[in-house]
């Protein structure tokens, strides 16, 4: 498995026989570990199978740009949540809601809730267990008011609960880590780690404040889970193939 960050949400995770790319919606231009284009283009020349994601609407989150690269490269396949509209055909979409269950080629994939708009995603592939929450977290701001606040805590650890039911041991989760939510900002990070244990937490969401990564990944360090430190765009952060 290769780990590519791009930005935002955006990840290009390489198995043997696949590519997955996860809420696309731009790209920055540092040629830091890798050209995004460069890699694009290596990508539709490829026999290994696109699987493009997209966890919800939200103009973060997707890019309709994607729809047209099938056209370059016929065995790509898209995985798009409800909420998002499409106005013309596509081939190879397929469209999912939270409690979905597909089976696309070697692709298995269970679709969980969001605290937000959309879906998150749990994916099997190629002997590995991910998991992309989308818009899924903790979203404890500091003006919710009681009330507000325990709806939102209700139904983070509800999913979390979902997802933990699955059974499965993830090998790499992306979750968001927004400094947004000041001091709260831990706080669904770390319950996702503590519920769930993945082998690897990639923080996101979390634009262009990079050092909130890094002190979320010292703020985690009492936990078995590798916390990955993203350190700028089109960085390459895991590799074992």
Partial sequence: MKIRYIYHSCFLIETNNSFLLFDYFKYKSDKTDFDFLKLLSDIFASPKALYIFSSHSHQDHFNYEVLTWINKKPN???IL???IKIFNRIDNLYIV???DEITLNELKLNNFGST???VSFMINIDGLNL???GDL???KWADDTPEEERTMEDNFKSIVADIASHGV???AAFFPVDRRLESNYLCGGKYFIEQLKPKLFIPMHFWDDYETISNFKEAMAQYSTN?????HPNETLYANI
Avoid: M
């Fill in 169 to 171: 041991r993830i090998d």
């Fill in 227 to 231: 916390v990955i430190e993203i350190k």
């Fill in 97 to 99: 809601r939270q409690g």
């Fill in 76 to 78: 790509t396949y898209y």
């Fill in 116 to 118: 937000d708009e959309g």
């Fill in 137 to 139: 977290n903790w979203w």
């Fill in 131 to 133: 998991f992309h929450a």
């Fill in 81 to 83: 949540s409800s909420d």
